[in-house]
């Protein structure tokens, strides 16, 4: 069974930058997508980014463009999520997911989607 730990979460001034860190263990020789998602009180988990197996294809959510950046590390169960310019409104906590597909896959409710989700962490940006 594939674990997910996600890192690098934290208190940033607004304007400041953070790297989220996610890394899948248990799941060798399976390739997947993974993906970033954020969740505030009483929303639903808000897709972010994703990235697909191969790190050609990436998504953004609106929230995201222009600032955050998904990438893959050499070993590819490691996943990073570059925030700059960070904003009080991105004050949530980064889930991050592993697909069930190898490609980037879209649907009406993306969290079915990922089968693996790590236990969170908490970005706090303070105006």
């Known amino acids: 069974q594939v674990q997910v730990t996600e890192s690098g979460g934290g208190l940033v001034q607004a304007g400041g930058s953070l790297r989220l860190s996610c890394t899948a263990s248990?799941?060798?020789?399976?390739?997947?997508?993974m993906a970033w998602f954020r969740q505030t009180p009483g929303k639903d988990r808000e897709p972010v980014s994703a990235?697909?197996?191969?790190?050609?294809?990436?998504y953004y959510g609106d929230s995201a463009k222009g600032r955050f950046t998904i990438s893959r590390g050499n070993a590819k169960n490691t996943v990073y999520l570059q925030m700059n310019s960070l904003k009080p409104e991105d004050t949530a906590t980064y889930y991050c997911?592993?697909?069930?597909?190898?490609?980037?896959?879209?649907?009406?409710?993306?969290?079915?989607?990922?089968?693996?989700w790590g236990q969170g962490t908490q970005v706090t940006v303070s105006s």
């Open positions: 997911g592993k697909g069930l597909y190898r490609i980037l896959v879209f649907a009406s409710n993306p969290t079915t989607l990922h089968d693996a």
């Open positions: 248990g799941g060798t020789g399976r390739t997947y997508t």
């Open positions: 990235i697909s197996w191969s790190g050609d294809n990436r």
